[in-house]
């Protein structure tokens, strides 16, 4: 059963600590998937459970970003950072590496995809960097990944996608940020950005609705989303205008109207410094969490837009389901757990480690 609104204030009022305990009590029947920095500055990816024990450990040829797992097999891919060159397929029974995707000539990965439901085609988000336009290229599974076609996004700069219920209709975070493989990380038009949320049909390409940003916020970019069981859109964003301006980087959106935009109390809104990373729902789509890495701290939200509270964790960005509440990572090797009534319950500490921008919690 959900908490309502009410429950959920009085849950959480004055309950949010800000210094973690560091204990070994997380949940030992679940495992995360992630990327990480070592001391040395190499990038893997890495499995574990939730005691910090490794599994699997993979050597990727350059930073990791976003992770898809496709439940039915226990097969991931792992996304290169933007503006990415490959996707590696991986086995998490085994550890194999089945597949190294290389981005085909002429375009760049985004740093996000996702496994169809039926596991028959892995998506992910791409630029053909000489026209600007966002695609999401198409590449079927039992074909050793073969890039059969691409679906216009409708926009620029495409970074994560999900699926609606119906699991046919696509929603695409359009950050609207031009960038070329020859100009890493060089934001190439941020005074012609426009960003949208685009419902794609996947079977015909179709465009369904877009929304975008009022005009005056052009400049936020649309970067991290999840969807709730009743299709409710929860989006996270960057802004890239004057660092003097605080506007909302956090919304809603249901389908045919406008953007939810959602202000944090004054002082947690400033301490946000105009960047939020991961955004997940948790499992009874009654709340929502979003991380904040620059500001050192992670925020939480009910579904209806109400301001919940937030946890203090430093460099905090991955954010994924655990149990009823929430798994946060970080950039200094912290994982905590955050439990139903969205306190932080226990947290461990793996110095070596560097955990990077997402990860996902696999229940076993």
């Not at 998937?33 to 450990?57: H, K, P, V």
């Not at 993979?58 to 097999?73: E, F, K, Q, Y």
């Not at 430093?314 to 905590?336: E, H, K, P, R, Y």
Request: aromatic share 8%; proline share 4%.
């Amino acid at each position: 059963m959900g908490i309502n609104r009410r429950a959920f204030l009085a849950i959480t009022a004055g309950l949010f600590i800000s210094e973690p305990i560091y204990c070994r009590t997380l949940d030992r029947d679940s495992r995360f998937l992630t990327c990480e920095r070592d001391r040395s500055g190499q990038y893997y990816a890495n499995l574990s459970n939730t005691t910090g024990e490794t599994i699997y450990r993979w050597l990727l040829p350059a930073r990791g970003h976003g992770i898809s797992v496709d439940c039915n097999t226990g097969i991931a891919a792992i996304f290169s950072r933007r503006p990415g060159s490959y996707v590696w397929v991986v086995d998490l029974n085994s550890g194999e590496v089945l597949w190294k995707i290389d981005a085909p000539a002429g375009y760049h990965f985004y740093g996000h995809g996702m496994f169809t439901p039926d596991g028959e085609y892995l998506l992910c988000t791409e630029n053909h960097f000489e026209s600007g336009k966002g695609v999401i290229g198409v590449y079927q599974t039992n074909q050793k990944y073969q890039r059969i076609s691409e679906i216009q996004t409708q926009g620029i700069g495409p970074h994560e996608i999900k699926l609606l219920n119906d699991q046919t209709t696509i929603v695409v975070a359009n950050g609207g940020i031009l960038t070329h493989p020859d100009l890493p990380r060089i934001k190439l038009n941020l005074d012609e950005m426009r960003p949208n949320l685009s419902y794609l049909d996947f079977n015909s390409g179709r465009l369904i609705e877009k929304v975008e940003p009022p005009g005056n916020l052009h400049q936020l970019s649309i970067r991290h989303i999840d969807v709730a069981d009743d299709n409710t859109v929860a989006i996270a964003m960057q802004y890239q205008g004057r660092s003097d301006q605080l506007p909302p980087l956090i919304a809603l959106h249901r389908r045919n109207s406008e953007l939810q935009l959602l202000r944090a109390p004054e002082k947690i809104q400033q301490r946000l410094r105009n960047y939020c990373g991961s955004i997940v729902f948790s499992r009874d789509c009654q709340s929502f969490a979003v991380s904040s890495p620059r500001g050192g701290l992670v925020t939480y939200w009910s579904i209806q837009g109400d301001y919940l509270g937030y946890h203090e964790q430093s460099d905090a960005c991955g954010v994924g389901q655990s149990g009823n509440g929430f798994m946060v990572s970080d950039g200094t090797g912290g994982l905590t757990q955050i439990d139903k009534t969205l306190t932080l319950s226990d947290t461990i500490k793996l110095t070596e480690r560097s955990w990077d921008n997402h990860l996902i919690v696999i229940n076993t």
